[in-house]
């Protein structure tokens, strides 16, 4: 008889922020616009999407004041910590917290994701980024952001560390032996020894090792060294395409790439981003989408999309199309990917500035 053909998964993934993705969705009437630190509200998100089965929830974080206070909610909870507490409001779905490689050490990194993943009874994942900005740099006394290269090579050591420190317990290290008075087996925990590049650590962790093993580790750039970087370590990928073909061939580069290095492609999930506008109906859905436009302030909305491009806010007319000298994507040291998804989108759809920031 012929054989079935294997029916392959949908991984579903709940990226949260308080109020919405949107720039305006915080000013919509029913809107908790305080939500960014109430930790009942998160909570409640936590379980609407347990209840719905997603596989997991992801908290994006940067070690930075992103945006302009005055303007949107842009502080926010430290994720391990906020989930942490939302493991204890839910069973099953994953809990995935992002971490900067360039502004922590291996150990305390470490120490925190194989806590989570204790605390959760191994849901944790890490979303490994690498952090641009001088801004972030600057929070760290250092003057601007590392090369873009020199954070992935510190990443990818960073990484390695890391596992290291896990793996520094063995997995039958804790017998807890009460007649004997032995907790455990001390041949069983052992030092890592680490010198490289970046980092010298001795270990070992001071937590045993996750019931994962390892959390689950994520990443999230688009850039030839994010995806160098996706299929030598990762186990999902977030990414943002503008179109089904163009997702299609990153799916196939990442693939690729992994399997050139040996790995089971099958074992890399990739994950593309959607901003749903969801009503009751088409109707429905389409005026909301028409009422968070309108929320729009466009002038604090072109300073940040002038940040982003890396130009001055005046070179930026609302009613007009991108200018043609802006930076290239080597220009930019951070964010490379997201950048160029910008500025191909405003490119191909002909897009005015305002009707770029309102997309």
């Known amino acids: 008889m012929p054989r079935t053909p294997e029916r392959k998964q949908l991984h579903l993934n709940a990226f949260l922020m308080s109020t919405g993705h949107h720039e305006a969705s915080w000013r919509l009437p029913e809107s908790p616009a305080e939500a960014n630190s109430d930790i009942e509200h998160y909570k409640n998100l936590a379980r609407i999407a347990e209840r719905g089965r997603l596989d997991s929830l992801f908290l994006a974080d940067s070690p930075v004041l992103m945006g302009d206070p005055g303007r949107r909610p842009a502080?926010?909870?430290?994720?391990?910590?906020?989930?942490?507490?939302?493991?204890?409001?839910?069973?099953?779905?994953?809990?995935?917290?992002?971490a900067s490689t360039s502004y922590n050490e291996p150990y305390n990194l470490a120490r925190r994701f194989a806590s989570l993943?204790?605390?959760?009874?191994?849901?944790?994942?890490?979303?490994?980024?690498?952090?641009?900005?001088?801004d972030a740099a600057r929070n760290f006394g250092l003057d601007d952001t590392p090369l873009h290269r020199d954070r992935y090579r510190r990443a990818g050591e960073f990484?390695?560390?890391?596992?290291?420190?896990?793996?520094?317990?063995?997995?039958?290290?804790?017998?807890?032996?009460?007649?004997r008075g032995v907790h455990a087996l001390a041949e069983r925990v052992r030092q890592i020894g680490h010198r490289g590049e970046f980092f010298r650590v001795d270990g070992p962790l001071n937590v045993q090792r996750p019931p994962q093993g390892y959390p689950l580790l994520v990443q999230a750039g688009s850039s030839e060294d994010g995806k160098d970087f996706?299929?030598?370590?990762?186990?999902?990928?977030?990414?943002?395409?503008?179109?089904?073909?163009?997702?299609?061939?990153?799916?196939k580069d990442v693939k690729e790439r992994a399997t050139a290095l040996g790995r089971n492609p099958d074992g890399i999930k990739i994950l593309p981003g959607i901003v749903p506008v969801i009503?009751?109906?088409e109707a429905e859905a389409l005026a909301l989408d028409a009422e968070l436009e309108n929320l729009i302030v466009p002038e604090y909305a072109k300073l940040?999309?002038?940040?982003?491009?890396?130009?001055?806010?005046?070179?930026?007319?609302?009613d007009a199309e991108?200018?043609?000298?802006?930076?290239?994507?080597?220009?930019?040291?951070?964010?490379?990917?997201r950048y160029t998804l910008i500025v191909?989108?405003?490119?191909?759809e002909k897009l005015t500035v305002r009707q770029l920031i309102g997309r």
């Open 75 to 98: 502080a926010k909870l430290e994720p391990t910590v906020l989930l942490t507490a939302l493991a204890g409001a839910t069973r099953h779905i994953g809990l995935i917290a992002t």
């Open 117 to 134: 993943d204790h605390v959760s009874g191994g849901r944790a994942g890490w979303n490994i980024v690498t952090t641009a900005g001088a």
């Open 159 to 179: 990484v390695e560390v890391s596992t290291k420190l896990w793996d520094s317990w063995a997995d039958d290290a804790v017998i807890a032996d009460k007649e």
């Open 230 to 251: 996706a299929a030598r370590y990762a186990e999902a990928v977030f990414t943002a395409q503008q179109t089904l073909e163009e997702g299609i061939a990153f799916y």
């Open 279 to 281: 009503g009751e109906t």
């Open 304 to 318: 940040q999309l002038a940040k982003r491009l890396k130009i001055a806010p005046e070179d930026l007319d609302l």
């Open 322 to 337: 991108l200018p043609d000298d802006i930076p290239t994507e080597d220009d930019i040291e951070g964010a490379k990917s």
């Open 344 to 348: 191909e989108l405003a490119r191909r």
